[in-house]
């Protein structure tokens, strides 16, 4: 299953890039599941309600969790966060508490997490992390 990060799905709703949405519909033709975490659903609400276009923002948040599972939090996601916090900040590579929950949510969940900036995961061990 791909777990879809919360700047990939602003990428989609933009419509700024047509391939990445065909590439979607292309793997969802073989059978690929994708998601977003509770996370990604609180960004993305969060941004549907500061926009100029609420209707419409909230309107594509419903559609896409038509289309998607929503994955939570839960212990074992929990435990992974503050294991992989722990590690980061000994090693001097802090990376944000947002996006660490994401990516323990992933993780927990044995889920690729697709993402179009790296850099915000690269950090964080065992993390299965793809760029479109």
Same mark, same amino acid.
């Given at each position: 299953?791909?777990?879809?990060? !919360?700047n990939?799905?602003?990428?989609?709703f933009?419509g &700024?890039?047509?391939?990445?949405?065909? *590439?979607?519909?292309?793997?969802?033709?073989?059978? +690929?599941? $994708?998601?977003?975490? !509770?996370?990604?659903?609180?960004?993305?609400? &969060?941004?549907?309600f500061?926009?100029?276009n609420?209707?419409?923002?909230?309107?594509?948040? %419903? !559609?896409?969790?038509?289309?998607a599972d929503?994955?939570?939090?839960?212990?074992l996601?929990?435990s992974? $966060?503050g294991?992989?916090?722990a590690?980061? *900040?000994?090693k001097? %590579?802090? !990376?944000?508490?947002a996006?660490?929950?994401?990516?323990? +949510?992933s &993780?927990?969940n %044995?889920?690729?997490?697709v993402?179009?900036?790296? *850099?915000? $995961? *690269? %950090?964080?061990?065992?993390?299965v992390?793809n760029?479109?």
């Amino acid at each position: 299953m791909y777990c879809l990060d !919360t700047n990939l799905v602003i990428d989609i709703f933009r419509g &700024k890039d047509a391939g990445l949405r065909a *590439k979607i519909e292309q793997l969802r033709d073989l059978g +690929i599941e $994708f998601a977003i975490t !509770t996370i990604t659903l609180c960004e993305l609400y &969060k941004g549907a309600f500061l926009s100029s276009n609420k209707e419409q923002s909230i309107a594509q948040i %419903n !559609t896409l969790l038509e289309r998607a599972d929503l994955i939570a939090q839960d212990n074992l996601s929990c435990s992974l $966060f503050g294991q992989d916090f722990a590690f980061l *900040k000994g090693k001097g %590579n802090p !990376t944000g508490e947002a996006d660490l929950m994401i990516a323990s +949510i992933s &993780k927990a969940n %044995n889920c690729v997490l697709v993402t179009r900036n790296i *850099k915000d $995961f *690269k %950090n964080i061990p065992n993390l299965v992390v793809n760029r479109w």
